[in-house]
Antibody, heavy 120, light 106 residues
Framework: QLQLQESGSGLVRPSQTLSLTCAVSGGSISSGAYSWSWIRQPPGKGLEWIGYIYHTGSTYYNPSLESRVTISIDRSKNQFSLKLSSVTAADTAMYYC????????????WGQGTVVTVSS | DIQMTQSPSTLSASVGDRVTITCRAS??????LAWYQQQPGKAPKLLIYKASILEGGVPSRFSGSGSGTEFTLTISSLQPDDFATYYC????????FGQGTKLDIK
């Protein structure tokens, strides 16, 4: 059974960089059949896709966040990561990692999520 | 950007009721639509993809239909576990979600 687990800094100061990692177990992140995404959900609000990466390292980002987002992959550790720069309070959210099939696609496996708060 | 609009935002119903949630896209997305269920404090769970295909393990009381710009999620007979928030998601062009429909107990 595939499992995804987010980890990283829960509190980030404004203007700093948010960093999260998603560890994948029960399957290989190097499989060519899947994309690996980050999705967030501000408190009490809906879902926003941030971006995804393939095992090749190819990335696709939400145009509204593209200038601040970097997603990378570490095949040796079977994990992928998110960096979001110049954060503000509007970036406070639950951050999820998720698996999709080859894009365009739906998301069939999700991590449990990790809360990130942007505050001084 | 493709915008997704769900209606209603909140729906009150009773166990055993049949309920329908609508999702409209701002432009045609063919059948590139998924539905998710989210319980409080949990990650979303995939219910349906490609508008009408039931994800494995999802009860058959859930069904999806539609194509183009208008889609529906129907729950044929509500069970206690079904009271949750439901989201649609388009994947025709990048990915966007509806704002959610909260289904609560009447």
């Amino acid at each position: 059974q595939l499992q995804l687990q987010e980890s990283g800094s829960g509190l980030v100061r404004p203007s700093q960089t948010l960093s999260l990692t998603c560890a994948v177990s029960g399957g290989s992140i190097s499989s060519g059949a899947y994309s690996w995404s980050w999705i967030r959900q501000p408190p009490g609000k809906g879902l926003e896709w941030i971006g995804y990466i393939y095992h090749t390292g190819s990335t696709y980002y939400n145009p509204s966040l593209e200038s601040r987002v970097t997603i990378s992959i570490d095949r040796s550790k079977n994990q992928f990561s998110l960096k979001l720069s110049s954060v503000t309070a509007a970036d406070t959210a639950m951050y999820y990692c998720a698996r999709g099939a080859t894009a365009p696609t739906h998301f069939d496996y999700w991590g449990q999520g990790t809360v990130v708060t942007v505050s001084s | 950007d493709i915008q997704m609009t769900q209606s209603p935002s909140t729906l009150s119903a009773s166990v055993g009721d049949r309920v329908t949630i609508t999702c409209r896209a701002s432009q045609s997305i063919s059948s590139w639509l998924a539905w998710y269920q989210q319980q409080p404090g949990k990650a979303p769970k995939l219910l349906i993809y490609k508008a009408s295909i039931l994800e494995g393990g999802v009860p058959s009381r859930f069904s999806g239909s539609g194509s183009g710009t208008e889609f529906t999620l129907t729950i044929s007979s509500l069970q206690p576990d079904d009271f949750a928030t439901y989201y649609c998601q388009q994947y025709k062009s990048y990915y966007t979600f509806g704002q959610g429909t909260k289904l609560d107990i009447k």
